[in-house]
């Protein structure tokens, strides 16, 4: 069984890092390209980040929004993937899901981000 | 960016019913696209990818057609535990992009 278990997420003030783990489970890790993407209510979804794997030289990608203020990384003998938050907005608030694959064939249930002083 | 248009934006149709939403994006995606299906205070679940194929465990009743810019998710036949949100998703071209969601109620 597939499974993905976001944590890292919580209430942080504007201009302050937080950083995001997604731990996989059940598939070859090391095989696939990962992705976050987050909810809210005002943006509905969007994708934030993807990380391709070792044969794409593990290159990163990033929606307009979070390019130069988030940073995603992986560490394949962790089944992990990263996202380091910098300088928060309240923008960024949401539900932080990471997903495997490029057609995103599992989602892992979600960490809160929250962004108030 | 790719903008997806999704339609309806809501619905409500009968048990047992064939039941199509529709994606539209404003390039050709080359059939890059997935569908995913959302309870209230749950994550997504992926259905579809690649246009037309069916994750592992979703059941037959759920297809998707489609290519170029235009695409679809079919129900074959309406159950009870089919109400949610249903989204699409492009994945041709970054930044990836999603529709704005069809909302299914059971009438």
């Known amino acids: 069984e597939v499974k993905l278990d976001e944590t890292g997420g919580g209430l942080v003030q504007p201009g302050r890092p937080m950083k995001l783990s997604c731990v996989a489970s059940g598939f070859t890790f090391s095989d696939y390209w990962m992705n976050w993407v987050r909810q809210s209510p005002e943006k509905g979804l969007e994708w934030v980040a993807q990380i391709r794997n070792r044969p794409y030289n593990y290159e990163t990608y990033y929606s307009d929004s979070v390019k130069g203020r988030f940073t995603i990384s992986r560490d394949d003998s962790k089944s992990t993937i990263y996202l380091q938050m910098n300088n928060l907005r309240a923008e960024d608030m949401g539900i932080y899901s990471c997903?495997?694959?490029?057609?995103?064939?599992?989602w892992g249930q979600g960490t809160t981000l929250t962004v108030s002083s | 960016d790719i903008k997806m248009t999704q339609s309806p934006s809501s619905m409500y149709a009968s048990l047992g019913e064939r039941v199509t939403i529709t994606c539209k994006a404003s390039?050709?995606?080359?059939?890059?696209l997935s569908w995913f299906q959302q309870k209230p205070g749950k994550s997504p679940k992926t259905l579809i990818y690649r246009a037309n194929r069916l994750v592992d465990g979703v059941p037959s009743r759920f297809s998707g057609s489609g290519s170029g810019q235009d695409y679809s998710l079919t129900i074959s036949s309406l159950e009870y535990e089919d109400m949610g949100i249903y989204y699409c998703l492009q994945y041709n071209e970054f930044p990836y992009t999603f529709g704005g969601g069809t909302k299914l109620e059971i009438k």
């Open positions: 997903t495997w694959g490029d057609g995103h064939y599992g």
């Open positions: 390039q050709d995606i080359n059939s890059y």
